[in-house]
């Protein structure tokens, strides 16, 4: 097997040079890639005019926006350009989202939500239980801390609308089984809106694979600026209110949806994002091929050295005493991302991490904003999980300095 030539990774993200920090807190943002940075600047420093003008340098700008979102389409394997809605954040998007699907809901009608949420998939649609929406929480399964298809099969009804769930969970780590949840769900006539955050830097998305009809992500987790998309389909959008001026008509898609200026210079910086991935793949394989199987190539090396990080530190974790991984304890890379959660049995999670911070290594603790699986797991009066979230770009020579330093805080095992 091919392994990850680290000193190619290493050139591609200014922020490790020098490697002198520790950076395990890729869940909460990622390193950014120099590609994109360039690509921010030179829109900024080249052709930051106004959009839609019959002059030279706008229709310039306006086709590096639509080159933009075509990079986005081919990137999650979307069937259009069109499909990509650009905006700030995963959060506002789905704000957006929910505005737009409001006149989809009547009183009596049901939205599903998952208990291992971002708030951001949840508090978006508590919004319609003013308007009589029954808001129902599908719940983990206590032992195994799995969302199973079988319970969400259970909560479905023909007053179901849409169900909201994550790809992955930036507690749990673990990856859903997308495709499985959405045909249960189009079984039953209902939509399905996935968070795909948390699971953009580490697998490839494929919407088209995972019938999804609503994926947000948000490009700050995968190596580039703080912007998201949302991914919809055409026709789908065509029927759908549009949330801009009365006179942007009902085909202006995805315009109807994108009030004021998108932010054109980080939709061009995305760009870089495929570009570092198909770069990544060519410089580990002499094989010609097209894009999208560079991209899964890409991926592939990714998951490959992933699984070897995760596999270090769950090792270890799981040989000290009183601690309780918050996830999967697999390190397979088909069962999950590198987000290792855990608790200590009467250990405060803050004390924990404020010990390594003095070493130059940026963990985290919390709730991260998935609150209701924390209160359900009963985790916040130990200022919830410690959270190491890694990236390809991270070392074993990492790993070991962390797992070096836990040893100085957490239980020892009998030697
Ligand atoms: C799984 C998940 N979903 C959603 C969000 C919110 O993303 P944004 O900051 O782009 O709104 C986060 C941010 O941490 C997250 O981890």
């Known amino acids: 097997m091919v392994t990850l030539d680290m000193a190619f990774v290493e050139r591609r993200f200014p922020a490790l040079d020098p490697r002198d920090f520790v950076y395990f807190d890729n869940a909460g943002g990622s390193l950014v890639l120099e590609g994109v940075a360039a690509r921010v600047q030179d829109y900024l420093t080249t052709s930051s005019v106004q959009h839609g003008a019959s002059y030279a340098k706008s229709r310039i700008a306006s086709g590096r926006f639509f080159e933009a979102r075509e990079s ?22 789905l704000r957006t ?32 239980e003013k308007s009589g ?21 259970g909560l479905l009804t023909d007053r179901t609308k849409l169900v909201c ?25 209902a939509k399905i809106c996935v968070d795909g955050v948390a699971y953009a830097p580490h697998r490839l998305i494929d919407v088209q694979a995972f019938d999804a009809d609503y994926y947000v992500f948000s490009f700050y987790k995968a190596y580039g600026p703080h912007h998201a998309a949302l991914i919809a389909r055409r026709d789908d959008l065509r029927d759908l209110p549009g949330i801009n001026h009365f006179f942007v008509s009902e085909d202006e898609i995805p315009y109807k949806f994108q009030p004021g200026n998108a932010n054109y210079e980080l939709s061009y910086g995305c760009i870089g994002i495929s570009d570092y991935l198909i770069e990544l793949a060519k410089h580990h394989t002499s094989a010609e091929d097209h894009e999208r199987e560079y991209l899964a190539h890409a991926f592939g090396l990714i998951a490959a ?23 999967d304890e697999r390190a397979d890379a088909g069962v999950r991302v590198p987000t290792i959660s855990f608790v200590v049995e009467d250990q405060d999670s803050r004390a924990i991490v404020e010990h390594i911070d003095r070493f ?9 904003y998935a609150r209701r699986l924390i209160e359900a797991l009963g985790l916040e009066k130990q200022n919830g999980v410690v959270r190491v979230s890694m990236a390809h770009y991270n070392t074993e020579e ?18």
């Open 72 to 93: 986005v389409a081919r990137l999650v394997n979307a069937k259009d350009p069109d499909d990509i809605i650009m905006g700030p954040s995963t959060s506002a998007l």
């Open 97 to 128: 989202l929910s505005v737009m699907l409001s006149g989809r809901f009547a009183p009596g009608d049901e939205i599903i939500v998952s208990q291992v949420e971002h708030e951001a998939n949840i508090g978006a649609w508590l919004l319609h």
């Open 133 to 153: 929406v029954n808001i129902k929480v599908w719940p983990v399964d206590k032992g195994t801390l799995e969302l199973r298809t079988q319970t969400l099969a």
């Open 165 to 189: 769930v994550n790809h992955v969970s930036n507690i749990l780590g673990t990856i859903n089984p997308i495709r499985e949840f959405a045909d249960v769900v189009h079984a039953h006539g």
């Open 305 to 327: 050295h992933e699984q070897i990080l995760s596999a270090r530190l769950l090792e270890y974790l799981k040989s000290v005493p009183g601690v309780r991984i918050i996830g």
């Open 360 to 368: 130059g290594i940026g963990i985290r603790y919390g709730d991260f």
């Open 398 to 415: 990492e790993v070991d300095r962390l797992i070096g330093h836990f040893e100085t805080v957490l239980p020892r095992g009998v030697s």
